[in-house]
């Protein structure tokens, strides 16, 4: 069983800075894919950024040049910084992992960008 917990959201002013983390534990295997997803009130899960265990990321184009995806391996932790956020960012955020086949998820952490 894999666990996933993302820590770091809460409330900033637009423009401001964030760095959520999600730590996984359990049985992972060296071949996985790691990302965050958002949902706001009203709309879908959306991908915001994801990142290979070589290293790899993909970015929506709402977040690219603005968010940063990078993870430590050996602490099978993945991180989102987040700079010059805007209201329209305000979310809970979710991290994902995909390994083996088969998917898992945080519980998510809230996201709230005030203007």
């Known amino acids: 069983q894999v666990q996933l917990v993302e820590s770091g959201g809460g409330l900033v002013q637009a423009g401001g800075s964030l760095r959520l983390s999600c730590a996984a534990s359990g049985s992972i295997f060296s071949i996985n894919v790691m990302g965050w997803y958002r949902q706001a009130p009203g709309n879908q899960r959306e991908l915001v950024a994801t990142?290979?265990?070589?290293?790899?990321?993909n970015y929506a184009d709402s977040v690219k040049g603005r968010f940063t995806i990078s993870r430590d391996n050996a602490k099978n932790t993945v991180y989102l910084q987040m700079n010059s956020l805007k209201p329209e960012d305000t979310a809970v955020y979710y991290c994902?992992?995909?390994?083996?086949?088969?998917?898992?998820w945080g519980k998510g952490t809230q996201v709230t960008v005030s203007s």
């Open positions: 990142i290979t265990g070589g290293g790899s990321t």
């Open positions: 994902r992992l995909y390994t083996a086949g088969l998917d898992y």
